[in-house]
Nanobody, 124 residues
Framework: QVQLVESGGGSVQAGGSLKLSCVIS????????MGWFRQGPGKEREFVAI????????TYADSVRGRFTMSRDNAKAALYLQMNSLKPEDTAMYYC?????????????????WGQGTQVTVSS
């Protein structure tokens, strides 16, 4: 079983920054795509940033491109999400997730392993 644990959420004012971390309980070798999702109040869960391991490429949702940066540390089996220029609409629970197998998908339903989430609140 793969466990993911997020940290780094908090409350900030608009324009501020936060850095989220996700620690994975095992070596990521053999896992498929990994990334960050979020779910705002009354909204469906959506992808934020994903690394497609087949091509070692990161893709971002249009709403965060240019403001958020995803990175990883294979040695530490960790993912990070640097969030700059935060907006009130970024307020959400942020989740780290991974696929059991390879596959190009940003749909949350196709991801097999999830963390418990970390709350990000941005005030205007």
């Amino acid at each position: 079983q793969v466990q993911l644990v997020e940290s780094g959420g908090g409350s900030v004012q608009a324009g501020g920054s936060l850095k989220l971390s996700c620690v994975i309980s095992r070596n990521t070798h053999g896992l498929g795509s990994m990334g960050w999702f979020r779910q705002g109040p009354g909204k469906e869960r959506e992808f934020v940033a994903i690394i497609f391991r087949e091509i070692d490429s990161i893709t971002y949702a249009d709403s965060v491109r240019g403001r958020f940066t995803m990175s990883r540390d294979n040695a530490k089996a960790a993912l990070y999400l640097q969030m700059n220029s935060l907006k009130p609409e970024d307020t959400a629970m942020y989740y780290c997730a991974a696929k059991r197998y390879y596959g190009f998908s940003t749909a949350p339903a196709t991801y097999d392993y999830w963390g418990q989430g970390t709350q990000v609140t941005v005030s205007s």
